[in-house]
């Protein structure tokens, strides 16, 4: 599964080392039928639950809305939410095809916050589609889910996450058992109404409220899954859709899991042959990867914010980095750094 990379703690640790989406008040139920209207306005910077280290409101070519839908589908008169969504218009208005809206994966991955982040790989689309995404329900600003206080959450991102005895598993049963009960007490409302199929429910009100007869869909990672959900539940209104690193529904978590192991091991193998083809005298080698990480595991180094860097943190900063191509620059720094005694870049590219 996918997180978004938090390219402002990036920026921040590598200088270190050389909205609202519209909200409406109270006073009748909004309306949630196809029918409603968008009020697109500017973005706001997104908050620490969409991207914990941006600071930055998305530039003047983007808008920000909030769709209402309802909180449980069976009861369509019921509670609503709001879902927190973003947009770009197409260039050629003129050849404008419709709207495509992206999902990121995770699950749980803020579609406000990483679709401007990224938009410059879609450059081309953007000519004819308008540049759709959301935060999905329980995601963000859509009545994102709670679970622990921020220096809790920090720990618990932080803690040994690949036990070596019985003690250290008991100790990670008990953070999970924690951190499920921190979701239900301060999330009760909303949890039981989070997941794909309602997710998929949403983005078909989402196309209607957007004018569009068929949904265009570009997901990535989960986001594949959920794009599948969609087309099971409304295969006639499927329009075009390009699926990125496909997610297998028939799997099991435990066969998911593995076989994301498997693509971060081919992953890796590719950034260190790229790497050592650039002539970068401070390559990393997987012996020394994980040295590091055996280090670690029992004595992190410093890292920004009163943070350190664990061997969990820098795990999930490698991850993270394989991704795409244009981070590996700066996972060879930050393995070089950490190496010194300098977590801020792993740190930084591992920032859940």
């Known amino acids: 599964m996918s997180r978004p990379l938090r390219l402002g703690a990036l920026s921040a640790a590598l200088l270190l080392t050389a909205l609202a989406a519209g909200c409406g008040g109270d006073g009748e139920r909004p ?62 208005r003129r050849h404008r095809i419709g709207s495509l809206i992206f999902n990121f994966g995770g699950p749980g991955g803020s579609g406000v916050a990483t679709l ?20 999905p329900r329980g995601v963000g600003r859509s009545s994102g889910v709670r679970c622990l206080p921020d220096r809790q959450l920090d720990a618990y991102y932080a803690a040994d996450s690949t036990p070596n005895d019985n003690a250290e598993v008991k100790s990670l049963v008990r953070r999970v058992k924690t951190y499920a009960a921190g979701c239900e007490k301060n999330s009760g409302t909303i949890l039981p109404y989070v997941g794909t199929t309602n997710a998929a429910r949403d983005m078909d009100l989402m196309r209607r409220v957007l004018g569009d007869k068929k949904m265009h869909y570009f997901g990535v ?31 099991t978590p435990e066969q998911g899991a593995l076989g994301q192991a498997k693509g971060f091991q081919r992953a890796l193998d ?18 020394r990867i994980r040295s590091l990480l055996k280090r670690l595991d029992g004595r992190p180094v410093r ?50």
């Not at 590719?270 to 012996?287: E, F, H, I, M, W």
């Open 31 to 92: 309306d949630t039928s196809s029918h409603q209207k968008l009020d697109w306005a500017g973005c706001p910077a997104p908050s620490s639950s969409q991207d914990a280290a941006a600071t930055k409101a998305p530039g003047g070519e983007w808008e920000c809305a909030t769709l209402h839908v309802p909180l449980d589908y069976r009861k369509p008169h019921g509670k609503t939410i709001g879902i927190a969504m973003i947009r770009a218009k197409a260039t050629d």
């Open 116 to 135: 401007p982040a990224l938009a410059g790989g879609y450059k081309q689309l953007r000519t004819r589609y308008d540049l759709v995404s959301f935060d």
């Open 221 to 251: 990672s989960y986001g594949t899954e959920l794009g599948g959900v969609y087309a099971h539940l409304y295969p006639k209104r499927v329009g075009r859709a390009l699926f990125d690193g496909v997610v297998d529904p028939m799997q």
């Open 270 to 287: 590719d950034y260190l042959k790229a790497c050592t083809r650039t002539g970068v005298y401070s390559c990393p080698t997987q012996n």
């Open 303 to 352: 890292g920004y914010g009163g943070r350190k860097l664990t061997e969990s943190l820098a795990d999930g900063g490698i991850a993270q980095s394989l991704y795409s191509k244009e981070y590996w620059q700066y996972l060879t720094q930050g393995i070089a750094a950490a190496q010194q005694g300098d977590g801020r870049i792993l740190l930084a590219l591992g920032t859940p």
